[in-house]
């Protein structure tokens, strides 16, 4: 394995230091840099006017294999993942067959292994097929080499909250966590965008705030009667966030992630009747864009989570109708939280780490990840130019969906380097070598 010397680097935006990586962790920090070791190679990289950042940690990313091969792969998503700076991602469930067994999840956590550009942890389903009938096999997919803790029937809500009880209470007993679609069926039936002003003008069935606000609400209470952890995934509702912030003040055990995408898109992209814009939940309005961001400021909102949902172009080119919901996400995130979070000054480049990085290691638990940039530490982080401009281009990505709505659009910040477990798997915004031949962590 090759040693990394990192010359010049800004430590999360603030102080200049060099790094030495060695044998996948940070074995200096500071002027002080260790001696070259013999026998084994070094690259030294000038890092001058580069930030390096813990690598960030996707807690909702959708791979779509096993059995949706056309859309992604591990690999293509993998790849993805590395370019857009994240050393985790954590593959959704709704893959088919639907990652509901200790099998399926054992065989996607195997597959990231095997690519090696990120690490992959699969999520569980809560029930058996999302079907919202009977809970899945919870116990087993924590047990499995998958070591779930993360379950989430994402796509669809977990409606019945029975369900949604017996599931909060099962995962607390390996430390597991329920990461909720918030979204009552019953008031969303036939949606197609945000119930309001512009959904009457269009003509087109509204899914309003309310259906994703009733659900968050009952289950915070649900997360306090027993006492177990709740993740309410995509928050995209003024509302929700209120509800959020008094669930957290009365000490709930609740956290939330926003998309890069609710950050900066409102419902008005949708008189263009562009299927690229149709995602779940949908985009909403200007007021609730501004609260989310000042709720990932603030701390209400913990995280951010791409929901990079990739699609094949015949279900996102079409009538509006008909179009798949969703949009690509792993390798614009950096660059669209650094444009509405970090160039507006809502935040500074440490706290970007902890929304990215930290904090989604801490609630899924992974000890090895969203770590200080320290000595001893393991060498999962990334290198960034916060100078760079670039013009999102689809067709360069290496995920395979080009439904990215953000398309066209120029947006600030460039991932530089990635370094998984001190393996440089991206290089100059490149993909390098993977890291292979890794055992399970
Ligand atoms: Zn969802």
Same mark, same amino acid.
């Given at each position: ?11 999360? *935006?603030?102080?200049? %230091?060099?790094? $030495? ?5 940070? !074995?200096? =920090? @500071?002027?002080? /840099? &260790? ?31 096993? *059995?949706?091969?056309? %859309?992604?792969? $591990? ?5 993805? !993942?590395? =370019? @857009?700076?994240? /050393? &985790? ?35 569980? %389903?809560?029930? $058996? ?12 997919? &924590? ?35 329920? %990461? ?262």
């Amino acid at each position: 394995m090759t040693d990394h010397l990192i010359l010049g680097a800004k430590i999360l *935006g603030e102080t200049t %230091a060099d790094l $030495v990586l060695r044998d996948g962790k940070i !074995a200096t =920090l @500071g002027a002080d /840099t &260790a001696a070259p070791r013999e026998g084994v190679p070094l690259e030294t990289i000038d890092a001058t006017g580069l930030i390096a950042l813990p690598g960030m940690v996707d807690l909702h990313t959708h791979l779509r294999e096993p *059995g949706r091969e056309d %859309a992604e792969t $591990v690999e293509t998503g993998s790849r993805a !993942a590395a =370019l @857009g700076g994240f /050393t &985790a991602v954590h593959a959704m469930a709704n893959s088919s067959p639907v990652a509901d067994t200790a099998g399926v999840v054992e065989q996607v956590h195997r597959l990231g292994l095997e690519s090696g550009w990120t690490e992959v942890h699969p999520v569980g %389903a809560v029930t $058996v097929g999302l079907a919202g009938e009977n809970l899945a096999e919870l116990g087993a997919m &924590a047990e499995s080499s998958a070591q779930v803790r993360m379950f989430s029937d994402d796509g669809i809500c977990v409606h019945n909250p029975v369900l949604m009880r017996r599931a909060l209470e099962y995962v607390k007993s390996f430390d597991g966590f329920v %990461a909720q679609h918030a979204q009552e069926p019953l008031l969303t039936e036939g949606a197609q965008m945000n119930e309001g002003c512009v959904s009457s003008v269009l003509g087109l069935p509204g899914w309003p705030a309310v259906a994703e606000e009733a659900i968050i609400s009952r289950d915070v209470l649900l997360a306090q009667h027993v006492e177990s952890r709740l993740h309410v995934c995509h928050v995209s509702t003024k509302g929700s966030v209120e509800i959020i912030r008094w669930a957290k003040e009365r000490g709930i055990d609740v956290t939330a992630e926003v998309t890069p995408h609710h950050l900066i898109l409102t419902e008005e992209m949708v008189r263009s009747f562009n299927p690229v814009y149709k995602v779940n939940p949908p985009l909403r309005t200007a007021e609730d864009v501004q609260a989310l961001r000042e709720a990932l400021a603030d701390g209400t909102i913990d995280v951010v989570g791409t929901d990079h949902a990739p699609h094949p172009t015949q279900l996102k080119e079409c009538e509006w109708h008909q179009a798949a919901m969703g949009m690509t996400g792993l390798e614009t995130a950096l660059s669209v939280v650094q444009h509405t979070m970090v160039e507006t000054g809502m935040m500074d480049w440490r706290r970007f780490a902890e929304v990215t990085s930290v904090r989604p290691a801490e609630i899924a638990r992974h000890g090895h990840q969203g770590r200080p940039l320290a000595v001893g530490e393991p060498a999962n982080l990334i290198l960034v130019d916060p100078q760079a401009r670039r013009t999102v281009r689809p067709e360069e990505h290496a995920t395979k969906g080009r439904n990215s709505p953000f398309s066209g659009m120029e947006l600030p910040g460039r991932v530089h380097s990635t370094f998984l477990a001190g393996h440089r798997v991206v290089a100059d915004g490149a993909l390098q070598t993977s890291l292979t031949g890794r055992e399970a962590d």
